[in-house]
């Protein structure tokens, strides 16, 4: 018998990836890669942007409100990470994708004021969105995922995810660091904007609604 691919089981595995495996994936790591660059974007920055504002009187100093900032966030998602899970499987992962395209956008844009008390509301929008980023997606690929018959694809799918998103955090430090060498500290962060609306935008038309229990609609 002559050997080609098309008689290596491996090769034919590969050749019989269903279709419906390969449209989620396409649909879910374009988004998910989109949302983590932003997100990656930011990251390395924070200290650095809240650092060179003026924020300190003459009884706080400003590394003490800068703690404070920080802080904000992370309180923010520890209280309103079980909140806006459970809104996520009521109302839908793809509206709570949405959701922290939206609050993050606000977020980063806050690191452009000088304001004490838009940096804080920026910190609490941002933390609400950081639990939102780690939901809402995820959660979303398995609803479609047991809505469309591919669970045995969710371990698949979810190692290219990650794997992928290794490669995105080395070109988000890569990119960061161009844009706050030529825009400042805020700069990675007007970066990110431009990378969340572009994941928003995706999800808005290539994902469908999804919540907990199977429900979904349209898109």
Do not use: H
Request: overall charge positive; hydrophobic content about 45%; proline content about 3%.
């Amino acid at each position: 018998m002559q050997i080609t691919k098309q008689n290596i089981p491996y090769y034919k595995n590969k050749q019989k990836k269903d279709p419906k495996v390969k449209s989620l994936q396409l649909r879910f790591l374009a988004v998910f890669w989109l949302l983590r660059m932003a997100d990656w974007l930011q990251g390395p920055y924070f200290y650095q942007v809240y650092a060179s504002k003026d924020i300190g009187s003459a009884t706080t100093s400003a590394m003490t409100w800068v703690s404070r900032l920080f802080l904000t966030g992370f309180a923010s998602t520890a209280l309103f990470g079980p909140l806006v899970g459970r809104l996520c499987d009521s109302y839908g992962r793809k509206a709570g994708t949405l959701v922290f395209s939206l609050l993050y956008s606000l977020g980063a844009s806050s690191t452009k004021s000088n304001l004490l008390s838009v940096l804080l509301i920026g910190r609490v929008l941002g933390g609400i969105g950081t639990s939102l980023l780690f939901s809402a997606p995820e959660a979303w690929l398995v609803g479609e995922a047991g809505k469309e018959g591919v669970e045995a694809s969710l371990g698949e799918t979810f190692g290219l995810a990650y794997a992928g998103d290794s490669i995105v955090a080395i070109l988000a430090g890569q990119m960061a660091g161009a844009a706050a060498s030529t825009r400042g500290p805020t700069g990675p962060f007007e970066l990110s904007v431009g990378f969340l609306i572009m994941g928003g935008l995706l999800a808005s038309f290539l994902w469908k609604e999804n919540v907990a229990g199977g429900g979904g609609g349209g898109g």
